[in-house]
Structures are given as C-alpha cells and as structure tokens.
C-alpha cells in the first residue's frame, strides 16, 4: 500500500508516512502480535514446533511474521522474534516457561561487567536472515517493523529471574544500588543499540523499543533508568534515517517524561485518550494506539463505536497509527481483526483535496 504525498510525486506507504506526521489517505493499521497464537495457522504451526525453534529458524519466524498480512489488509508488518532473543546471543542462560526464566539473575557489579557486548551478525544472525526474507517476500511492499526490548524491560528479566507482577528485586535494585542498575542499563541500552541497528542493515524500515514495564516506575525513577536507557538507545540510532518508536506501556502517568525523548512516535496504552495524550507531547510526535485489546470482542457495532473514539480523540492532525493499547488475546476472533482493520480505513479515509 502506498499514498502520494502532497508536494511531489514521491510514493510514501501510509504507515511511514504517519510515523513522519505526513498527511496519509487514511490512518494505517497494525497490531501488537499480529502474528501470533489469535491465528489458526498460527496454531498449526506452532504445534509442530517449540518457540525457540520457532524464533532462531528463518524460514518460519518469516513465515509467521508474513501471516497476517495475507489475511489482513495491515499497513505495517513486525518481526517474529522475542524480546529476549538477544540476551541468549549475549550468552545469559535463559528458558520459557511459558514465559523468559533466567536461570543466575544479575544482581551484582561483577555480574554486570561479566555481560558481553552483542554482536548481531555473530550472536544472533538469524533474525538479520529473517529481515531479508520478510522484505523479499512481503505482501505489497509492506513496511517491516524491527523491535528490541526496552533496556528497563530486560533489566526486570535479568535481575528478577522470571515474569512476575511487581518486578520486586529489579525495583528494589535501582534504590539500593542504582550505580549497579545504571551500568545494567547503560549496558542493554548499546545491546539494542547495535541490535536494532542491525535489524535496519538488514531491511527493516523502522524501529520499535517495547518498555512493557515502564507504568511500575514512578516518573522521577523512570527518567533517570528507563528513560535514560531508551534515549542512549535512540540516540545510536538516530543516523539511520528510519522513524524510531517507543511503546511504555501503563504509561499513562510518564507522558510529560515522554516529551523529552527523541523519538519520532510514542505508542499508547488504552489507559489514557489520545487527544490528551497529543495535548502533552505536542506536535513534533506521532502517536500510535489505542484501542482496548478487550474491545475486539464487541458486537461488530459496538466495535465501531469504539474504534470511532479512537480516531476522534487522535483529531484530524497528520501523525496517528491505528493500534491496540498492548498485545492482542490469543482467543481473539480472527474475523473480528478484519473487522476491525477495514473499517479503520474506510472511517478514516480522507478525500485527495483533504491531504
């Protein structure tokens, strides 16, 4: 899909355009795990295969990434992988079950420096193989998002040891030793530096930092580690000439934090309107969200309805990407996704002379 910008013959897909706040024919979809376990074929596959195997093989992270793209008229694909895949190539000992385990948390100064820098291409090639395969293969030139973990995200993996509600050794790390948590995070934050990097080398047209923990800090806390992290990351990437994304997640209360950060869209949870949330950041960040995952199991009218405050709250001004607040459930109704991807289009669709 692509759009013709006003002011020129240049060809810009609507999803790019949006992240630069250029005017679109209509605002662009995507889906936070759009390729995932909602899928029937999804299903199939992954009955055959371990997720491991499903993420370190190519040939069928490409495969599950290019999914939903052949049922849905989606306006961005998004990499099969998983946030802690690069952690493996840095050699931390991890397993799911279902979710990251690490087996000897990081707690200690002398665990910190004991962490490799990542080198992509060596430690983790096959998601650089993966790009290049989506690129080749994806329907209607389809933008491809590469995404990394948020550096605080990872932190709460590595010293917490599993997933948990309250993250409580990671937050308590950054009280008790906040140097020890500083030099963590500085050194995570030039990992997905050069990771995301990679990602683009390899074909991916933008770039995405999910902070999946970011609402259990409160704002003081959060710019000093998160926020700090995220922006040593975007700021290694800033030369690479692809919009650059950063998803907080809860975090409603941070948006003011937000401002601060040099990233060309900011992705929204379903906690906090957008029209609130453009208020905040202004006008030099686009926006991305922020439908409730749960409103796809609305009557097809109700979910109209809700996809209409969506769009109203964005307002008319260049720089909205249609998405969930977070990730889609797994017992979502596939047609329910079509639903929901059509008439964002045909809502928002907006006549040549309005561009």
Request: hydrophobic share 45%; proline share 8%.
């Amino acid at each position: 899909m692509a759009a013709e910008l006003s002011g020129g013959a240049q060809r810009t897909a609507p999803f790019l355009a949006a992240c630069r706040r250029q005017a679109t024919p209509y605002t662009p979809i995507w889906i936070m795990r759009q390729a995932g376990r909602y899928l029937p074929e999804y299903r199939e596959l992954r009955a055959k295969v371990d997720f491991v195997t499903l993420t370190r093989t190519p040939e069928l992270a490409a495969e599950v990434t290019l999914q939903p793209l052949r049922r849905y008229e989606l306006d961005a694909a998004i990499l099969f992988s998983d946030i802690m895949t690069p952690l493996q190539g840095m050699g931390v000992d991890l397993d799911f079950d279902p979710g990251p385990v690490v087996r000897t948390p990081v707690r200690t100064a002398e665990q910190v420096e004991a962490l490799p820098a990542l080198v992509p291409e060596r430690d983790v090639p096959f998601v650089m193989e993966t790009v290049r395969l989506i690129r080749a293969n994806v329907p209607r030139n389809t933008p491809l998002i590469g995404f990394a973990g948020g550096p605080f995200t990872l932190m709460c993996y590595l010293v917490c040891g599993k997933p948990s509600k309250e993250f409580e050794a990671a937050r308590a790390l950054i009280y008790a030793q906040p140097a020890v948590a500083e030099a963590l995070l500085d050194r995570l934050a030039d990992a997905m530096a050069a990771y995301l990097r990679a990602q683009a080398q390899a074909g991916a047209q933008a770039l995405m930092l999910f902070e999946s923990w970011a609402g259990l800090l409160a704002p003081p806390e959060f710019e000093r580690f998160a926020l700090r992290a995220a922006a040593r990351t975007m700021a290694a990437l800033r030369g690479l000439d692809v919009p650059l994304i950063y998803y907080a997640n809860q975090g409603s209360a941070l948006m003011e934090s937000l401002k601060q950060l040099d990233v060309d869209v900011i992705g929204v949870d379903w906690r906090t309107p957008l029209g609130t949330v453009r208020r905040v950041l202004g006008p030099e960040k686009a926006v991305q969200g922020n439908l409730d995952p749960a409103a796809l199991f609305s009557s097809p009218e109700d979910l109209e309805r809700h996809v209409d405050r969506v769009l109203d709250e964005a307002g008319d001004a260049p720089g909205h990407i249609f998405n969930l607040g977070h990730g889609i459930w797994q017992n979502t109704d596939p047609d329910a996704v079509a639903r929901l991807v059509d008439y964002v289009h045909e809502r928002s669709a907006r006549a040549p002379s309005a561009r």
